[in-house]
């Protein structure tokens, strides 16, 4: 069962209007977009996601609520073009929740977990013909822990891609138990003790298979320019490098510019277009956190456009 993480307060943050348009750009198993669609009942929902299983999943859970709702089956770095295509060029909210859902977790064959045997995958989207295999036994040296420095932020990188290399020139390594007993046999005892030694490295190939960091900055700068005025934009990260881009993005929109801050007078024209909703990211409370333990590094950060 997947339970959305910081639901009540992105759907709060995200300020509904019952008449408006808003964009989720992250459907996943229908949880955030269900509650958008319970309160816009004269608006329009459009809803992204590639993941063919959690579309089906989310379609029942919304007809049930109403109609007035499209899902495209695209990623969200197609979010503007997707949009134009449908003559819509402003919304007044958009959504991104960028964890991966339980079900994708908990769906063995899919490869996501570190806990359950299955093919190295990890695919979002199954039509993707580059899987976490291909990543595994194709890239080299170099290429394996400068992504796993860079997306898992691995201090032991260079150890387990070595590791890695070695394994795959006895045979390929198939499944994601092989991959993590060979990144249990590169690390030290004690980074062992406190969270699963595979988690970093897990989330490092996700990263890297669908492309997550490259298309997060690109979409969010198109979610700012399709937004009215008004209209606002939130975002939920789950690890300090998404959480960087975001929070990049937002300071650079809703700062002065340099030449007339301070100034007593400053023209309309060089006031920034966006402001910060909360100047901290805002994190599950206590009892988020103990019904749900996947919602423990979860921020959400909230933008509005101002002009």
């Known amino acids: 069962m997947h339970i959305s993480v910081l639901l009540n307060e992105s759907i709060e943050a995200l300020n509904l209007k ?17 509650n958008i669609l319970k309160r816009i009942k004269r608006g329009l929902l459009y809803a992204f996601d590639q993941d063919k299983i959690a579309i ?13 709702y499209v899902i495209i089956k695209s990623n969200f770095v197609h979010l ?13 909210g958009i959504l991104f929740d960028l964890g991966v859902s339980s079900p994708q977790l908990d769906e063995t064959d899919r490869g996501f977990s570190y806990h359950n045997d299955a093919r190295l995958d990890m695919r979002m989207d199954q039509d993707n013909n580059f899987s976490a ?13 400068e ?27 198939e499944t994601t138990l092989e991959l993590v007993e060979i990144i249990k046999k590169s690390i030290p005892e004690k980074a062992k003790r406190d969270k ?14 669908n492309h997550e960091l490259d298309i997060l900055e690109s979409s969010m700068r198109d979610a700012l320019s399709m937004l009215k005025p008004g209209g606002r934009l939130a975002v939920i990260t789950f690890h300090s490098l998404e959480d960087r881009i975001v929070k990049n993005v937002f300071k650079e929109v809703t700062e002065i510019d340099k030449m007339v801050k301070g100034l007593p007078n400053i023209p309309q ?33 909230v933008i509005e456009r101002i002009k």
């Open 56 to 68: 089906e999943a989310a379609t029942k859970r919304l007809n049930e609520i109403g109609n007035n």
């Open 147 to 173: 992504i796993f420095f860079k997306y898992g932020e691995e201090k032991y990188s260079r150890s387990i891609a070595k590791n890695i290399i070695k394994e795959r020139e006895i045979k390929k390594i």
């Open 196 to 209: 699963h030694p595979a988690r970093k490295v897990f989330q490092a190939i996700r990263i890297e298979v």
């Open 18 to 34: 019952e008449d408006g348009i808003y964009v989720d750009c992250t459907l996943g198993y229908g949880g955030h977009s269900s």
């Open 80 to 92: 503007k073009k997707e949009l134009e295509l449908r003559d819509v060029n402003q919304v007044d």
């Open 269 to 301: 024209d060089m006031l920034p277009d966006y402001k910060l909703i909360n100047n901290k990211a805002i994190i599950p409370t206590d009892d988020e956190l103990t019904d749900n333990n996947r919602s423990r590094s979860s921020k959400l950060r």
């Open 133 to 145: 295999y291909e990543l595994v036994n194709e890239y080299s040296l170099e290429k394996l822990s």
